[in-house]
């Protein structure tokens, strides 16, 4: 008998746990929490930090607003295979960023037709003007998500090139006298011969000359950089010559030749990392958080955050061996574009919300508020007094302390909230002196950096990275043409065939670079690239390119 | 055999049993055949806001697509290869593991030994696959060790190469699930008579003659069940080795099935596509067992139906 019991015990916890599971799964959705706040769930189709449950600013912003977003970021999956399970699934979080994806999300059914409110919230309506809105109308005609990284507040302001470009230590700079570099081959020359009279870091660490990061969608570090080299900007998947409006691929120019070229040798030479094209972007990241690589290409993004940091919290920034980015070009005297002003809208994705979400209104009141000026310091500054201190002319500024708390994982993830991934201002604050966030602000940014760092910008003349680069405006109302071969897909042949040149630039660049004969190689991989067909990728993009220009040309 | 109908006295007497079967039946049913609905988007083009039911039917038009890519015939020569690679590795190690351990006779060294030998079965492929990433990377234990003996002079980038990439994997499932397949021999071994090694030895026959004439033979029926439901198995030859393991240079070789699936039903979002190619995994699975049954059927061996 007592046997029986327990069975029938275990099969009723049995039943029960399999009806909970398919119950909808509580929390979230603007369920209103004992304190009386609103909660919602959120996903970001990006690597992210998760920040503590009881993060003080968080629950500030809270109080303020009366919501709280519990957000959660990719781990280990790619974009589209994340969306991809959301979609299989039907069920999602109250906020998304589908990155590449969003338009898959759009196609399903799964997003909240924004334009349908946004006329009850100032701040979300303002936030862009018409023809940018426009912009984000999709095939429908209605707008479903909001860019969050490119809208610019009054006077521009950048300290920090958040972008990409040839990196390296002050080390090398200094041991060379800060000589000037604006070609490949001074690069590596310079590289190259640091490494000869200083082989090791002062710990006995063999240096690492020059490491490529390869890792799945982050192959941009070995891919990307002829159209940078030929003096063209992030236009990321083509070039656009500005005076003709046609695209061209920079996969087949003869710079991209010379490039991989260059790469060849200095494999060869054993300059370039032997593990390049098999290390793990974290294997990468610790190789560079030991600080023996000596240079780079990179996103700022992509490595700041976590080897940046560490770098800085070992105390390697002494031993120099913080990056800095290099005006490079294939040849001497070309204009560079590693760093545009204005920012790059990028509309493809953006911050959308879902059909799971049963408080919209609620949900579209919180990003309204999260844009107020008050709440917007909470978020990129912190508290007043704690994470920064104003001074008498009405500045901004950090103490030593509070900067080494704010490179502090352990810190950012118990008190500050930036909420990265919601709309956001650059440039000047309401207030006209102070920078929407610190990384931008000028007396700050520039006290804030380290010994090394400071006499690398004084002896070329800089106060921030950007004028390590020079800046120019972005080229036109196209930029930045990857917001549109992210969206393709295989429904198209320019889709089919911009699938197949990602397949065989993944295994036939670094091919390239590793071939014991460089020309045989090369005719290889040209051999392969060309059956993708990348005419039928290239005449949509130039479709694309028409559209736009088109389309920026009513507002003229 | 005449089949007899259940009287209602039985039907009383087992009233309790059939409730328990029948929840047991709903269950199967409930969990195993009505996510088979799920298949029909292989004969659609299947668009997630119109669901299965009003999605455009197109017949076999996504299987013929599949047939017609180049990659896909690739994945399942990789599928096929690695799987039995595998199934003919782990095999083999575990009969060979268990009949060893059994020879030991010191009862504390042999079961140290076994558990030491079934741990890292626990182990995820994220760590496994994390270890071996580390072991052979340029600066691992391997080249290291390699390079002291001086059998090479500059570290080999085994991942770099497509001729390394089926034996790594082999090696990580031998590594990883020898001990635990050992188990189920060591117990078949355990339950062998122990009369016949008497005999066996009474009639002059040494360990060697012992392992083939009595220990073998004992374990036989257990190693043709194992083999069969292995042998269903081929085409799961992994998802998260090569997936995690792989490369763009290696990118050839390492693609699984799943990982196709993957690539195609989940991230390009063509999930007609993805599930035809599941249909086709799942379809060549089960023929594989049925032919694998029958020739077991045929020499009169042990099977599984």
């Known amino acids: 008998m007592k046997k029986k019991l327990v069975s029938a015990l275990l099969i009723t916890g049995m039943l029960s746990s399999m009806i909970a599971g398919c119950g909808k799964s509580a929390g979230g959705g603007g369920a209103v929490n004992a304190d009386g706040i609103k909660e919602f769930t959120a996903f970001f189709a990006v690597p992210g930090n998760e920040i503590n449950n009881d993060n003080e600013i968080q629950d500030l912003i809270a109080e303020k607003t009366g919501c709280k977003v519990k957000e959660s970021w990719l781990t280990g999956q790619s974009a589209e295979e994340a969306v991809g399970t959301f979609i299989a699934g039907g069920e999602y979080p109250d906020f998304i960023d589908g990155g590449n994806s969003s338009v898959q999300l759009y196609e399903a059914g799964a997003l909240i037709p924004i334009d349908e409110y946004y006329d009850n919230y100032p701040n979300i309506r303002n936030y862009f003007t018409d023809q940018e809105w426009d912009m984000l109308r999709q095939s429908d005609g209605h707008i479903y998500w909001i860019p969050q990284f490119s809208k610019i507040n009054g006077e521009e302001r950048v300290c920090q090139h958040n972008d990409e470009a040839f990196w390296i230590q002050t080390r090398v700079l200094e041991w060379a006298g800060y000589p000037e570099v604006h070609t490949m081959d001074q690069y590596f020359d310079l590289i190259e011969s640091y490494n000869e009279a200083n082989p090791t870091m002062e710990d006995g660490t063999a240096n690492i000359p020059y490491t490529i990061l390869c890792d799945d969608w982050r192959y941009f570090c070995l891919e990307n950089a002829p159209q940078f080299l030929d003096g063209y900007p992030n236009d990321g998947s083509v070039i656009v010559d500005p005076e003709t409006l046609t695209v061209i691929d920079y996969n087949t120019t003869p710079t991209a030749k010379k490039y991989f070229q260059k790469l060849n040798e200095e494999y060869k030479k054993g300059i370039v990392d032997q593990e390049s094209f098999t290390q793990t972007y974290d294997e990468y990241i610790a190789k560079l958080s030991t600080g023996r690589v000596l240079g780079m290409i990179d996103q700022w993004w992509d490595f700041y955050n976590t080897a940046g940091d560490a770098i800085k919290s070992a105390g390697l920034d002494k031993q120099g061996c913080e990056y800095v980015p290099l005006p490079i070009t294939i040849e001497e005297g070309m204009t560079n574009q590693w760093h545009n002003s204005g920012g790059a809208f990028n509309a493809s994705s953006g911050l959308a919300i879902t059909t799971s979400c049963p408080d919209v209104e609620g949900a579209l009141q919180f990003v309204n508020d999260l844009l107020a000026q008050d709440v917007h310091d909470l978020r990129f500054w912190g508290v007043e007094g704690v994470d920064y201190e104003v001074g008498d002319d009405g500045l901004y500024y950090r103490t030593p302390d509070m900067r080494v708390n704010c490179a502090d994982s352990s810190y950012k993830a118990a008190h500050l909230c930036f909420y990265s991934y919601f709309p956001q201002f650059n440039g000047t604050s309401q207030d006209g002196k102070n920078a929407m966030k610190p990384e931008n602000q000028e007396n700050e940014f520039y006290d804030g950096l380290s010994d090394n760092l400071k006499k690398c910008f004084d002896a070329y003349g800089v106060k921030t990275y950007v004028e390590m680069l020079g800046t120019s405006p972005a080229p036109g109302p196209w930029y930045p043409m990857y917001s549109y071969s992210q969206t393709l897909t295989t429904s198209t042949p320019g889709g089919v065939a911009w699938n197949k040149i990602g397949e065989v630039k993944h295994e036939y660049l670094p091919k390239v670079v590793m071939a014991e004969n460089f020309e045989a190689g090369w005719e290889d991989y040209m051999k392969v690239y060309n059956e993708c067909k990348p005419e039928d990728f290239l005449s949509e993009m130039q479709t694309e390119l028409e559209r736009r220009v088109e389309m920026a040309a009513k507002y003229q | ?305």
């Not at chain 2, 082999?170 to 990883?176: E, I, L, R, T, Y």
């Not at chain 2, 001990?179 to 122990?194: E, K």
């Not at chain 2, 050839?252 to 993957?262: A, E, G, N």
């Open chain 2, 1 to 305: 055999m005449k089949t007899k109908k259940l009287s209602k006295i039985e039907f009383k007497h087992q009233r309790v049993l059939i409730i328990w079967a029948a929840i047991i039946c709903l269950y199967g049913f409930v969990f195993y055949y009505v996510p088979l609905v799920g298949w029909l988007m292989a004969f659609q083009n299947y668009k997630p806001v119109l669901g299965v039911f009003k999605s455009e039917f197109i017949g076999l038009g996504k299987f013929k697509l599949l047939f017609e890519d180049e990659s896909f015939i690739r994945v399942i020569r990789n599928t096929f290869a690695m799987g039995v690679i595998n199934l003919v590795c782990t095999f083999v190690m575990a009969i060979l593991f268990a009949i060893l351990l059994n020879e030991i006779k010191t009862r504390g060294s042999k079961k140290v030994v076994q558990t030491i030998s079934y741990l890292p079965h626990f182990l995820s492929w994220i760590i496994v696959t994390g270890i071996l990433h580390d072991a052979l990377s340029g600066s691992g234990i391997i080249n290291e060790l390699l390079m002291n003996f001086h059998i090479i002079s500059k570290p080999i980038d085994f991942f770099a190469h497509e001729g390394y990439f089926w034996p790594i994997v082999a090696f990580a499932n031998v590594w990883k699930e020898t001990g635990w397949n050992a188990i189920i021999y060591l117990a078949a071994i355990t339950s062998i008579d122990p009369s016949l090694y008497e005999a066996a030895a009474i009639d002059g026959a040494g360990r060697w003659a012992k392992i083939r004439h009595v220990t073998l033979p004992g374990i036989k029926p257990t190693i043709m069940i194992l083999l069969l439901m292995n042998v269903g198995n081929i085409l799961n030859a992994g998802f998260e080795i090569q997936y995690l393991l792989g490369n763009g240079l290696v990118q050839k070789v390492s693609q699984t099935i799943d990982i196709y699936v993957l690539k195609w039903g989940i991230s390009q979002a063509d999930y007609s596509l993805g599930t035809a190619a599941g249909i086709f995994k799942s379809v060549v699975s089960i023929g594989l067992i049925l032919v694998f049954n029958n020739i077991a059927k045929r020499h009169g061996e042990e099977r599984l139906f």
